[in-house]
C-alpha cells in the first residue's frame, strides 16, 4: 500500500521510485533518463525494460558489483535520493550499507610478482592482521609486523584504452553548442554527481594503506577474508608486471570502438587496473571487439575459449581483422589443430571442451594441455560464459592460472539458478546493455518477432533440399557451408540443429524461422533471435530483420513458448502472433502438403530416441522443463514410443552373430598345393 507516500515537491523533474522491497521504477520517458540509466546499471539488476517504464532490483550482488568499480556506500545513497521522486526509506539505506560495509574494501593486487593486500581504510587493514592467519601470512620488511605502507593510489588516467586515443569527428558548431547547453542544464539540476567521478586533485592526493603476503599463503588468506566478512578484489596491475612478457599487440588504425563498448571498458580499467568480471551486450553488439580490445590494453599472454571449432575460427579471423597481432603469435588448439605460438607471448584460442576433457588424451594433444597449464596467463577471455557454472566446465577456472578474467555473453541467465555462482567464479558483473536503445541507435538490427500459430510443422531441410549444419557435420563442411551462405547469392538459406544456437556468426542473415526449441528455455531464444541482431547494412525505415517462431496450437508447447519469450519481453520486444497464413493453400510446390505426409512426419518425430538426439553432439543443457503444475521435469521424462528390432531393445545394435565350423576351416586348408610346397609343411 503505497497511499501514504510523501512526494517531494518537484517530482515531475525526477525518474525515480524507489521502492522499500528494493524494486527500483524508471521513467524511462524522463529527460535525464540516459543517465539515470547508466547509474542503475552499475547499482542494480535489470528486470525489465520496455519502451516508457523500466524495472531494477538492488540485490546484494548488484551493490557488490557497484563497489567493485569504485561506487562509494554514501554516495549510492545520495544519488538515490537526489533522483528519486519519494524520500530514500530507512530500509532501502540500512540494505544498501549492509551490503557494501565490506565489499569492496580489501583489494588482493599482483605488481612486480608480488602479492598486496591494498586498502584506503587503514583501520581495516589493522582489524586484519590481528587474525593469526593473515599476520603469519605477511611478509615482515618492517621492525613492527603489524606496520602499513602507504602508496599512491593508482590514477585511471594514467592508463589508456586501446582504441581511445582516437578523436572523434568535429560536429557542426551549432549541434555542439546545443548538446553542451543540455548537459549544462543536467548538471545544474542534479549535478555531476550522477557520475561519480572524483575531481583529479582528490584522484592525485588520494593514498592507499597496503601490506605484503607471501605468494604461497595466497588462497589461505582470500579464504580467511570470506570468512570475516572482507572479500577480497582482485585486480591486476598488468603496467608493472616485469615478469611476464609483453604481447606486441595493439588495434589497427582504423578499427574504432562505439560508446557502449567503451563504457565496457572503462569498468574493467576504470582504477588504472585490470578487475576481472562480466560484461553484458546483446548479440551481434561488439562483444568480440571488446574482448579485442582489452587483450590489447593488457598486452600480455591471452587465452581465449569459446563453445565450439567454429568459434574458434571465427575469433582468430577477428583478431586478425581489428588487430595487428602476427600470425605466429595467435595459436589454435580444436581436435583438430594443435599449436603453440612463436615467442614467450601471444594468443591461444580453444574450446570450453578441449581444455576441461578428463580422459585419455593423444600424445599432442597432452603435451598442449601442459603448455596451457605451465603458463602464467595474463588475460583470460571466456566468451558465452553462461555455460561456464555447468559442472563440467567450471573446471577450467583451476585448469588454468590467468590474472584477469573477462566473461562475455547476451544472455546472462540459466534455468538451473546456477547463473549466481558466476559471482564467485569470475567476478561482478561490469556492464549490461539495453538492447532496445542499441537498436533505436543502430548498433543492432530493429527486429519484429512474431509467432505463427499452427495445426503442425510443414518444414525440414531433406525436404527442401538446402544446406545443414547439425552434430556430426564436419568442421570443413560447416565452414564451407557457413561461407557460401554468406557470399553465394544462390545459397540463400540455410538449416542449424542445436549446435548453432551460439557463437555462430550470419551478420547478412535477415530473417529466422524457429521450428522446434528446447520446452522454455530463455537463453536458447535470446540466443537464436541473436543470429539476425548484427546490423544490416540497409538503412530501411522500420524493422529489418524479422524473427518468427513455429508453435503448434492447443498443444503444451504453447505453455513453452510464452515461458521463452520472457528474457525478450523483459529487453523490450513485444511478440506479434499469426493466427493464419493468408493464402498459404494456394501455394504451390509445398512440402508436406498432404494429410499422409504430415502423419509421417509427425510419426517419425513421436518415435525419435534419446540415440537421435546424442547423434547431434550436442552438450548437456541447463535448461530444465516445466510440467503443468510447475515442478522441474527431466529431459527425457516422457513417455516415448519406439518401434524396433528385438536386438536393439538388448543392446545389440553393434553386434554381429556369426558361427565358426572348425571342421569345415581346417577341411578349405587341406586344399591341393604343388608339392615343392610340401617340405616347409613339414
Same mark, same amino acid.
Given at each position: 500500500n503505497?497511499? /501514504?507516500?510523501?512526494?517531494?515537491?518537484?517530482?515531475?523533474?525526477?525518474?525515480?521510485?524507489?521502492?522499500?522491497?528494493?524494486?527500483?521504477?524508471?521513467?524511462?520517458?524522463?529527460?535525464?533518463?540516459?543517465?539515470?540509466?547508466?547509474?542503475?546499471?552499475?547499482?542494480?539488476?535489470?528486470?525489465?525494460?520496455?519502451?516508457?517504464?523500466?524495472?531494477?532490483?538492488?540485490?546484494?550482488y548488484s551493490l557488490y558489483a557497484a563497489v567493485s568499480v569504485g561506487l562509494e556506500t554514501e554516495d549510492i545513497i545520495d544519488v538515490l535520493n537526489r533522483l528519486s521522486k519519494i524520500p530514500v526509506s530507512d530500509a532501502i539505506k540500512n540494505f544498501i550499507r549492509d551490503c557494501t560495509l565490506s565489499y569492496g574494501k580489501v583489494k588482493l593486487?599482483?605488481?612486480?610478482?608480488?602479492?598486496?593486500?591494498?586498502?584506503?581504510?587503514?583501520?581495516?587493514?589493522?582489524?586484519?592482521?590481528?587474525?593469526?592467519?593473515?599476520?603469519?601470512?605477511?611478509?615482515? /620488511?618492517?621492525?613492527?609486523?603489524?606496520?602499513?605502507?602507504?602508496?599512491?593510489?593508482?590514477?585511471?588516467?594514467?592508463?589508456?584504452?586501446?582504441?581511445?586515443d582516437k578523436k572523434p569527428e568535429n560536429k557542426p558548431e551549432q549541434e555542439q553548442e546545443k548538446n553542451e547547453e543540455k548537459k549544462k542544464d543536467d548538471d545544474d539540476q542534479f549535478g555531476a554527481v550522477i557520475s561519480l567521478e572524483k575531481d583529479e586533485e582528490l584522484i592525485r592526493d588520494?593514498?592507499?594503506?597496503?601490506?605484503?603476503?607471501d605468494p604461497s599463503c595466497v588462497e589461505e588468506v582470500k579464504k580467511r577474508c570470506c570468512e570475516i566478512d572482507y572479500p577480497m578484489l582482485e585486480e591486476y596491475d598488468f603496467k608493472n608486471d616485469t615478469l611476464n612478457t609483453n604481447l606486441e599487440i595493439d588495434l589497427k588504425p582504423t578499427t574504432m570502438i562505439r560508446p557502449y563498448q567503451e563504457k565496457c571498458l572503462s569498468k574493467m580499467f576504470g582504477n588504472g587496473r585490470a578487475r576481472s568480471g562480466i560484461i553484458v551486450l546483446p548479440c551481434g553488439a561488439g562483444k568480440t571487439l571488446v574482448g579485442i580490445t582489452a587483450a590489447c590494453t593488457i598486452k600480455k599472454s591471452t587465452l581465449v575459449l569459446c563453445t565450439s571449432a567454429v568459434s574458434v575460427e571465427q575469433w582468430a579471423r577477428e583478431f586478425k581483422q581489428w588487430s595487428n597481432i602476427?600470425?605466429?603469435?595467435?595459436?589454435?588448439?580444436?581436435?583438430?589443430?594443435?599449436?603453440?605460438?612463436?615467442g614467450d607471448a601471444g594468443i591461444v584460442i580453444s574450446t570450453y571442451t578441449m581444455v576441461t576433457h578428463t580422459g585419455k588424451r593423444a600424445y599432442d594433444t597432452n603435451k598442449m594441455m601442459e603448455f596451457l597449464q605451465s603458463k602464467e596467463w595474463g588475460f583470460l577471455l571466456l566468451d558465452e560464459v553462461h555455460v561456464v557454472p555447468a559442472n563440467v566446465f567450471r573446471k577450467v577456472l583451476t585448469t588454468v592460472a590467468a590474472h584477469t578474467k573477462m566473461g562475455l555473453t547476451a544472455t546472462l541467465?540459466?534455468?538451473?539458478?546456477?547463473?549466481?555462482?558466476?559471482?564467485?567464479?569470475?567476478?561482478?558483473?561490469?556492464?549490461?546493455?539495453?538492447?532496445?536503445?542499441?537498436?533505436?541507435?543502430?548498433?543492432?538490427?530493429?527486429?519484429?518477432?512474431?509467432?505463427?500459430?499452427?495445426?503442425?510443422?510443414?518444414?525440414?531441410?531433406i525436404k527442401l533440399k538446402k544446406p545443414y549444419i547439425y552434430g556430426p557435420t564436419s568442421q570443413t563442411e560447416r565452414l564451407r557451408i557457413l561461407q557460401q551462405f554468406q557470399n553465394n547469392p544462390d545459397v540463400n538459406t540455410l538449416f542449424l540443429s542445436k549446435v548453432g544456437d551460439t557463437s555462430l556468426d550470419l551478420p547478412e542473415a535477415t530473417c529466422l524461422i524457429q521450428i522446434s526449441s528446447h520446452y522454455g528455455s530463455r537463453r536458447q531464444e535470446a540466443q537464436r533471435l541473436g543470429r539476425i541482431l548484427r546490423?544490416?547494412?540497409?538503412?530501411?525505415?522500420? %524493422?529489418?530483420? %524479422? %524473427?518468427?517462431?513455429?508453435?503448434?496450437?492447443?498443444?503444451?508447447?504453447?505453455?513453452? /513458448?510464452?515461458?521463452?519469450?520472457?528474457?525478450?519481453?523483459?529487453?523490450?520486444? /513485444?511478440?506479434?502472433?499469426?493466427?493464419?497464413?493468408?493464402?498459404?493453400?494456394?501455394?504451390?510446390?509445398?512440402?508436406?502438403?498432404?494429410?499422409?505426409?504430415?502423419?509421417?512426419?509427425?510419426?517419425?518425430?513421436?518415435n525419435a530416441t534419446k540415440e537421435d538426439e546424442e547423434e547431434e553432439g550436442l552438450a548437456q543443457s541447463d535448461d530444465v522443463a516445466v510440467n503443468n503444475r510447475g515442478r522441474g521435469i527431466s529431459r527425457y521424462g516422457f513417455a516415448t514410443r519406439k518401434e524396433t528390432t528385438l536386438k536393439s531393445h538388448s543392446g545389440g545394435d553393434d553386434m554381429a552373430y556369426i558361427e565358426y565350423n572348425r571342421a569345415a576351416a581346417a577341411a578349405a586348408l587341406q586344399k591341393k598345393r604343388n608339392p615343392l610346397f610340401k617340405r616347409y609343411r613339414k
Open positions: 503505497y497511499t /501514504s507516500l510523501q512526494l517531494k515537491p518537484d517530482h515531475r523533474s525526477r525518474p525515480l521510485w524507489v521502492c522499500d522491497d528494493g524494486r527500483i521504477i524508471l521513467e524511462a520517458f524522463s529527460p535525464i533518463a540516459e543517465q539515470a540509466q547508466d547509474f542503475l546499471v552499475a547499482i542494480s539488476e535489470p528486470v525489465t525494460r520496455p519502451a516508457h517504464i523500466h524495472e531494477y532490483k538492488l540485490t546484494p593486487v599482483l605488481k612486480h610478482n608480488r602479492y598486496f593486500v591494498e586498502s584506503t581504510h587503514p583501520d581495516i587493514l589493522q582489524k586484519l592482521l590481528k587474525d593469526p592467519v593473515i599476520l603469519n601470512a605477511k611478509v615482515s /620488511s618492517l621492525t613492527d609486523k603489524s606496520e602499513l605502507m602507504i602508496e599512491k593510489a593508482p590514477n585511471p588516467k594514467d592508463i589508456q584504452i586501446a582504441g581511445l588520494e593514498v592507499v594503506h597496503t601490506f605484503e603476503i602476427k600470425d605466429g603469435q595467435i595459436a589454435k588448439f580444436t581436435s583438430e589443430t594443435k599449436e603453440k605460438f612463436m541467465v540459466r534455468e538451473d539458478d546456477k547463473i549466481d555462482d558466476l559471482n564467485f567464479l569470475i567476478g561482478p558483473k561490469l556492464y549490461e546493455a539495453n538492447w532496445m536503445d542499441l537498436a533505436q541507435k543502430g548498433h543492432i538490427a530493429n527486429v519484429q518477432v512474431s509467432i505463427l500459430m499452427l495445426k503442425c510443422k510443414i518444414q525440414y531441410a546490423a544490416k547494412r540497409r538503412n530501411d525505415e522500420g %524493422f529489418n530483420a %524479422f %524473427f518468427y517462431s513455429l508453435v503448434s496450437r492447443d498443444t503444451e508447447e504453447m505453455l513453452y /513458448s510464452t515461458k521463452r519469450q520472457q528474457f525478450l519481453i523483459d529487453q523490450g520486444y /513485444s511478440f506479434k502472433v499469426i493466427t493464419h497464413l493468408e493464402g498459404i493453400e494456394k501455394m504451390k510446390d509445398l512440402v508436406f502438403n498432404t494429410h499422409e505426409e504430415q502423419i509421417e512426419l509427425l510419426n517419425s518425430t513421436l
